[in-house]
T-cell receptor
Framework: DTGVSQNPRHKITKRGQNVTFRCDPI?????LYWYRQTLGQGPEFLTY????????KSRLLSDRFSAERPKGSFSTLEIQRTEQGDSAMYLCASSLPGSNTGELFFGEGSRLTVL | AQKVTQAQTEISVVEKEDVTLDCVYETRDTTYYLFWYKQPPSGELVFLIRRNSFDEQNEISGRYSWNFQKSTSSFNFTITASQVVDSAVYFCALKTKGGSQGNLIFGKGTKLSVKP
């Protein structure tokens, strides 16, 4: 399978707990993106990496959220002290080097449910 | 401000019917890109098409066609002779040249159900 891989696919946690999601992009893609999608809405941009550098963060990414891509390959998205409002699908996408026209390759997402 | 509006929340058709999904966008930028993505029940968004603001030619790809009209700020998507496998949520999205590399602005999506 050479697509974008995300895990876990589904995480149920209690409010206040920390959760971490992992994304493995397509191997030759140097750009990696995180989006959040709530029920009935379109995806909303969270953050973007080019190689290991986090180049942009949305104001949606509160202090409780942190994303890393330490070696420019896989990325993790951690949410600390989860709140019920964090319940959503977290989507990862990647794109080709030099691609600035928005054709993104998405994973199947990690669904977070905060009880 | 940039915005994408998909006024149709849900559409239901019977197989072999044609269906058009509407998309209206707002931007002050003169250079921008428009997209359609398909999200099947598995959840993975699949890229369908990209159009830049300087190319108003309509495009056809098999049963899919797209109508881009700058005068009405619309980028509509038509599926001809729909099939059950077309059932999915379809998102229209906008990216401006001046915007960030990663920030696609998505509409809320239109859920298409094609019944046999």
């Amino acid at each position: 399978d050479t697509g974008v891989s995300q895990n876990p696919r589904h995480k149920i946690t209690k409010r206040g707990q920390n959760v971490t999601f992992r994304c493995d992009p397509i191997s030759e893609h140097n750009r990696l993106y995180w989006y959040r999608q709530t029920l009935g809405q379109g995806p909303e941009f969270l953050t973007y990496f080019q190689n290991e550098a986090q180049l942009e963060k949305s104001r949606l990414l509160s202090d409780r959220f942190s994303a890393e891509r330490p070696k420019g390959s896989f990325s993790t998205l951690e949410i600390q002290r989860t709140e019920q409002g964090d319940s959503a699908m977290y989507l990862c996408a990647s794109s080709l080097p030099g691609s600035n026209t928005g054709e993104l390759f998405f994973g199947e997402g990690s669904r977070l449910t905060v009880l | 401000a940039q915005k994408v509006t998909q006024a149709q929340t849900e559409i239901s058709v019977v197989e072999k019917e044609d269906v058009t999904l509407d998309c209206v966008y707002e931007t002050r930028d003169t250079t921008y890109y428009l997209f359609w993505y398909k999200q099947p029940p598995s959840g993975e968004l699949v890229f369908l098409i990209r159009r830049n603001s300087f190319d108003e030619q309509n495009e056809i790809s098999g049963r899919y066609s797209w109508n881009f009209q700058k005068s009405t700020s619309s980028f509509n998507f038509t599926i001809t002779a729909s099939q059950v496998v077309d059932s999915a949520v379809y998102f229209c999205a906008l990216k401006t040249k001046g915007g960030s590399q990663g920030n696609l602005i998505f509409g809320k999506g239109t859920k298409l159900s094609v019944k046999p």
